[in-house]
């Protein structure tokens, strides 16, 4: 429908010229916006211009044109007030007029006041009709809106009445809970709400309260429609209710009349919220629980002690090789297998023990109440066992290991953090010793690992600084006094702690990987003083250089130890690595071919401490060795007539059966060199000989001295 202009103008249609005239005085007068024609064609031109509200026509006009314009205006559905004016003053005249449309009636003559006042009352009529037009549009939008806003909101809007049924519910119920709106009206609230949360709704969905006392963002499980379990189609929402009151009109005042509520669908949030949480206390790679969780469960456990007197332990796991493994196999392998260790790990447990990952290859377990004080470590071997087994990974086969170190309660501790650093210096205690890998905690230990920090951070700049340096120790053939073989022993000049010896540094390089470019850079200088040693050119004098097994996992090893050779310009059957029956308890297959490598360009092998490790001497066949170095414990404790003696002769005459050359270490005495020679073993090494010196006192005057040692 058409809008009205704010001024509409009246169109005063009359055959009287005289009264025209009239009329438009009167307007000018009174400032109305009047028109005045006297055709019916000037009539409809003003019209059809849509400027005018009010029209004044004179019903009796001569040609009928007042009847016409009526009819017009009905037929086009003209919004125009109709006032007639006619001299006709029947009765019928005003039925007829108002029938036709008018909605006022003058009867001619009329006096310029009543026409007046007919005027303004019908502009006025027409004014409340445009606002009560806007009004209702207004209205009518605004109805629309909310409609709009109820209908698309993503959450639930709902009304209930007085006893909690549904009078009102909008179509998110359908997309949030799969009931359709209708399906829901004269229901009961309760029919939607998971069983456990009914009463918990009750104090929300049909909640009385309003303002600020209304209930805001209750959480409830609302169930899905379908016929699934409750506990499958639970839908957890915020409930916001509030009680509607009668205010004015049909209902009493403050009439309770039901419940209106808003509902909003929180499982993503929920989600959202859980990892949140799972990620706060867990490791995202492992799923194993993370330092914050394993703290907070050794927390309630140490509570629960003290009230039971039951007493718990913490191990601290730390994996060995696991550096090396992930620097040269990528960190997205590294992360697969600390996966397939944590699987391991939890498989030598119990339901009730923790095992938690701190972070890189380190876990921890909490044993939370143990029986007897061996539980500790008969999990700790449970768990060094499974370690010991290779995992296989890509087609690969890796070996690994694990070093556990034990802390209990009270003994060792009664707090979180005193139980964990107690266990962590234990592990490094265990990771030095070779065979066990585990140690539960001492005292003395703490020390250690002061050292052990600065060693560890130390060895990075020991080379950069100059500070190691290498010790020769000849090994000599007593039959002939000449000298076979010189060993290659580092040493390291620590700037604040002294000379530090490799016992306690290569464990410690090992774990860091710097055991790498150590080595490497002591092969390079080793190669080089035997070239420049006077004696260093003798035939056949080999240099002997001891072998980290970590340097055998690394994939360069090979191929850094022939380039160094080449570099140096050092003969490579003159070189001998030193490996220890330890290394072949690893991944004997895996050792055979570095071996043979090597071998195949000359450089030959010796096992030392031999005796001390591997039962099985079926190696001995399959691996390039060359010697055999008898342990020095097997020296040190040689005497006339005891075990150890029938021991060396066996391991010599074995040697000898298997073409190996045997050599003696820790000779320190006349007497053991005697036993030896009358045993048949004529390599030896030794304090009697010479202690390690450095490459410049290797002098000829030495190795006259080692000779008049041999020959008495
Ligand atoms: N991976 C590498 N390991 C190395 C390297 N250099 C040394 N080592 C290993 O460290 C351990 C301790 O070595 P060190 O303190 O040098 O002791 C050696 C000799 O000094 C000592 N020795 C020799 N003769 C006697 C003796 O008559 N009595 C006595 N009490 N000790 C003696 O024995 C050590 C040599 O042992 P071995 O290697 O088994 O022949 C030691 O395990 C070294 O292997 C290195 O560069 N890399």
Redesign the pocket.
């Known amino acids: 429908m058409q809008e009205w202009a704010a001024a509409e103008r009246i169109l005063v249609v009359d055959h009287q010229p005289r009264l025209l005239d009239s009329l438009r005085l009167m307007a000018a007068g009174h400032e109305l916006p009047l028109d005045a024609v006297e055709t019916e064609g000037e009539a409809r031109s003003h019209l059809a211009s849509g400027a005018y509200g009010v029209l004044v026509v004179d019903l009796l006009h001569p040609e009928q044109a007042g009847q016409r314009l009526l009819q017009q205006i009905r037929a086009d559905g003209l919004d125009i007030h109709v006032v007639v004016a006619t001299s006709d003053s029947s009765q019928e005249a005003a039925v007829r007029a108002l029938r036709g449309g008018a909605r006022d009636f003058l009867r001619k003559p009329y006096a310029p006041e009543e026409l007046l006042l007919t005027l303004r009352n019908a502009l006025e009529h027409r004014r409340l009709s445009r606002e009560n037009q806007r009004f209702q549009s207004r209205l009518r939008r605004s109805q629309q809106l909310y409609r709009f806003i109820v209908e698309r909101s993503p959450d639930v809007i709902y009304v209930l009445d007085q006893q909690g049924n549904f009078t009102f519910v909008n179509a998110a119920v359908e997309r949030m809970l799969g009931y359709p709106p209708e399906a829901l009206l004269g229901r009961h609230y309760s029919v939607i709400v998971s069983p456990d949360d009914v009463s918990l709704a009750r104090h929300g969905m049909d909640d009385r309260r309003t303002g600020d006392r209304a209930t805001r963002n209750l959480e409830v499980r609302l169930l899905k429609s379908g016929d699934a379990r409750p506990e499958n189609r639970a839908v957890t929402v915020e409930v916001s209710a509030m009680g509607i009151y009668g205010q004015s009109g049909e209902e009493r005042e403050g009439e309770f009349l039901g419940t209106y509520g808003v509902v909003r669908d929180i499982t993503e949030r929920k989600h959202a919220e859980a990892l949140i949480r799972y990620q706060a206390h867990h490791d995202l790679l492992t799923g194993l629980p993370n330092r914050a969780l394993f703290k907070d469960r050794l927390r309630a456990g140490l509570a629960r002690n003290q009230r039971s007197e039951e007493r718990l332990a913490v191990l601290f796991l730390d994996l060995d090789r696991f550096k090396l493994v992930n620097d040269s196999m990528g960190h997205s392998f590294g992360d697969r297998l600390l996966e397939c260790v944590a699987r391991r790990l939890r498989e030598c447990l119990r339901e009730g023990d923790t095992l938690a990952r701190l972070g890189g290859d380190e876990f921890t377990i909490l044993l939370p109440a143990i029986q007897r004080d061996s539980d500790p470590i008969s999990v700790a071997d449970k768990c060094i066992a499974a370690m010991r087994e290779p995992f296989y990974l890509d087609q690969q086969e890796i070996y690994l290991g694990v070093s556990i170190g034990i802390a209990q309660s009270p003994e060792h501790g009664e707090t979180v953090e005193a139980l964990i650093k107690h266990a962590d210096v234990a592990m490094y205690h265990a990771k030095e010793d070779d065979r066990r890998h585990v140690a539960v905690f001492e005292s003395f230990m703490s020390q250690r690992v002061d050292q052990h920090v600065s060693i560890e951070s130390g060895l990075r700049q020991a080379i950069a600084q100059n500070q190691l340096n290498?010790?020769y120790?000849p090994q000599i053939d007593v039959a002939s006094g000449r000298i076979t073989a010189m060993?290659?022993?580092?040493?390291w000049r620590h700037p604040t702690l002294g000379t530090i010896?490799?016992?306690d540094f290569?464990p410690v390089a090992e774990q860091t990987g710097s055991?790498i470019p150590?080595?490497q850079w002591?092969l390079r200088t080793a190669c080089q003083d035997m070239l420049r040693w006077p004696g260093g050119s003798e035939s056949g004098t080999r240099l002997?250089?001891?072998?980290?097994p970590v340097?055998l996992e690394h994939a360069d090893f090979v191929k850094d130890t022939l380039r160094i050779l080449h570099e140096v310009g050092f003969p490579p059957h003159r070189l001998e690595f030193?490996i220890?029956e330890h290394l072949l308890m690893r991944d004997l297959e895996s050792v055979v071919t570095i071996l043979r490598k090597l071998s195949a360009h000359g450089i030959t092998f010796a096992v030392?401490?031999f005796g001390t490790g591997y039962s099985s001497l079926s190696y001995l066949q399959r691996l390039p060795i060359h010697t055999l170095?008898i342990?020095?414990s097997f020296v040190r404790s040689l005497q006339e007539g005891r075990e150890e003696g029938h021991l060396v002769g066996a391991i010599v005459s074995m040697g000898r059966s298997l073409g190996l050359k045997i050599v003696a270490?820790?000779?320190?005495t006349q007497a053991q060199l005697d036993m030896l020679r009358r045993l048949k073993c004529n390599e030896m090494?030794?304090?009697?000989f010479s202690?390690?010196q450095a490459a410049l006192d290797l002098s000829g005057e030495a190795v006259e001295r080692w000779r008049s040692a041999v020959h008495g």
Do not use: C, F, M
């Not at 270490?665 to 320190?668: K, R």
């Not at 090494?685 to 009697?688: K, R």
């Open positions: 290498v010790l120790q060993e290659a022993l580092i040493r010896s490799p016992l290569i055991i150590i080595s002591l002997a250089v001891n072998l980290s340097q030193e220890t030392d401490d170095k342990d020095q270490e820790g000779v320190e090494q030794g304090y009697l202690r390690p």
